[in-house]
């Protein structure tokens, strides 16, 4: 069982872009530029369902952040424009919050 979890998160990617050229139509469609933003939502939806399985950016994710990365990343790979904007909104303000050291607490140097 473990084996084969870890399989799926080394070939998630491979699983899920192709349903992204059934899903998102722009992809084949569209102009290059539209293309290309799709291409960006792809990469930042595939890093936060990254995030989600692995519960770990910077330092290890609350329970709540796991389930929201895990909503960015499906927000990502929405075929609507706004819709996977607000999905890499939500994935990047989860990342700054990550950089963002606690308050009241200072970095140890081992």
């Not at 330092?59 to 890499?88: D, E, H, N, Q």
Request: charged letters at 5%; aromatic letters at 14%.
């Amino acid at each position: 069982m473990q084996t084969g979890f870890y399989a799926f998160t080394l070939a998630k990617g491979l699983i899920i872009i192709p349903f992204l050229f059934v899903y998102t139509p722009i992809l084949l469609t569209q102009g290059v530029w539209r293309g290309i933003l799709a291409g960006v939502f792809a990469l930042a939806g595939l890093f936060a369902i990254t995030f989600f399985l692995e519960g770990f950016v910077l330092r290890k994710l609350s329970l709540a952040s796991r389930f929201l990365m895990l909503i960015a990343a499906v927000l990502c790979f929405w075929p609507s424009t706004y819709v996977a904007l607000s999905g890499l909104v939500v994935a990047v303000v989860l990342m700054t919050i990550q950089m963002v050291p606690v308050l009241g607490k200072t970095a140890e140097v081992h």
